[in-house]
């Protein structure tokens, strides 16, 4: 069975996620497992995710909800247990963003988002077996 994560579009605010745990390391990055979450702009859209393990390490993240309000990923079971999912509620969807020299040039992975149970505070960025999303969708049309 396979689980749809609903972009969700509530009150959750970047700031209320304290230190989140990857269940798994990030692609390219074996030794990051603790991360932390900090507003980039004062309306709390743009997030950078900070390494706890790893001095000057960050990526950018946007939740999926502001910019792709329809966008369900969809991930296995597995995936499900390993973050602890009960309800889909708990779960808020982060994509990287890859920054262009302008806005328009601007990035997000929709193959590869940042799913994080607000519950446990357990995340991991999932690899979705869909060829039809984008590594590099466009942030704004």
Known sequence: MMLAMETYDDARTLAE????????????????H????????????LGALHSLDHDGLQFLVVPAAHFYPTYEPVVSDEVVTELEIT????????????????????????????????????????????VDLAVAAPLVA
Do not use: Y
């Open 17 to 32: 996620l304290p230190v989140l745990e990857m269940v798994e390391p990030m692609p390219g990055f074996p030794e990051d």
């Open 34 to 45: 603790r991360f932390e979450l900090s507003h980039v702009d004062e309306t709390g859209v």
């Open 87 to 130: 309800a889909v509620e708990d779960v808020l969807v982060l994509l990287v963003v890859h920054a262009g020299q302008t806005l328009a040039e601007t990035t997000v992975n929709l193959r590869a988002p940042l799913l994080v149970n607000t519950a446990t505070m357990k995340a991991a960025q999932v690899i979705l077996d869909d």
